[in-house]
């Protein structure tokens, strides 16, 4: 099995990236979750990162408390940022679907997702409630990151009116545009082997048709996954792992 991996944040973990040794103190919840829920206990193996592609391999020292670990480091390990960077634009699910479908393109190797507030979203993210929504999506990102022994999280950016999904479209190598009527599958479409890819998925009750015109005009096509629909939470997840298979992150 490998390595569990935990956020570590401050300068500790800093020295020991750049000196490459050292001991590294986990405390906190991070620390909490380690000793309290993991058990981890002295002579196991765990990896340390900042999340965002750095972090440090090593060998639990000694344990303190419910919520105290020394991590002796035995290696720096580094995830450079990948190319092409996917970006998912994730209509507003449902219910608890929204954190589903971030824990899975966290899983399935999403560098990037943004809320998008879509026409058609039958929930939506107003004052306190759309700030918590937002704390959760980021909790959900940040938790499957370490599941799934990633170093580099994926960013969850605020939450995107359509105008500015456009924007982030027009900044794209790729804008795909996920659609039951697409004139191509995304299967076929050339991919570029640098800069961004934008993936936009709509809500259940599809992208509206001045959505899609707005989407079009800043250069994104729209493509079909197969002749299945799937729900908004799982479309993402599918048309990510296809990309990463085809250009070649999985290899």
């Not at 990037?112 to 700030?131: D, H, K, L, M, Y």
């Not at 990633?150 to 027009?170: G, K, N, Y």
């Not at 050339?190 to 250069?219: K, N, Q, R």
């Not at 908004?232 to 070649?248: H, P």
Request: hydrophobic content about 40%.
């Amino acid at each position: 099995m490998t390595a569990p991996v935990f956020l570590a944040d401050g300068g500790e973990l800093a020295d020991a990236l750049r000196s490459g040794g050292g001991t590294v103190v986990l405390e906190g919840p991070e620390g909490r979750h380690a000793v309290s829920v993991k058990r981890l206990r002295p002579g196991e193996e765990v990896v340390l990162t900042d999340g965002a592609g750095a972090g440090v391999a090593g060998t639990v020292e000694n344990v303190s408390g419910k919520d105290r670990l020394e991590v002796a480091v035995t290696s720096v390990r580094t995830e450079a940022e990948p190319r092409p960077l996917i970006t998912v634009v994730q209509a507003l699910p449902k219910g608890d679907r929204g954190e589903l479908a971030v824990e899975m393109l966290t899983e399935t190797g999403a560098d990037r997702i943004v809320p998008w507030a879509a026409s058609r979203c039958v929930t939506q993210w107003r004052g306190e409630r759309g700030a918590k929504s937002l704390r959760k999506w980021r909790s959900a990102a940040r938790e499957a990151g370490k599941q799934a022994r990633r170093l580099r999280f994926p960013e969850v950016a605020d939450l995107a009116t359509t105008a500015q999904v456009a924007r982030v479209l027009r900044d794209a190598e790729l804008g795909a545009v996920l659609h039951e009527e697409g004139g191509e599958v995304l299967s076929a479409a050339e991919l570029p082997a640098d800069g961004g890819i934008v993936l936009v998925v709509g809500p259940e009750g599809g992208v509206a048709p001045e959505e899609l015109a707005s989407f079009e005009e800043a250069g994104a096509l729209s493509y079909r996954l197969g002749p299945t629909v799937l729900r908004t939470s799982t479309a993402g997840t599918a048309a990510t792992a296809l990309l990463m298979a085809r250009s070649g992150r999985w290899s």
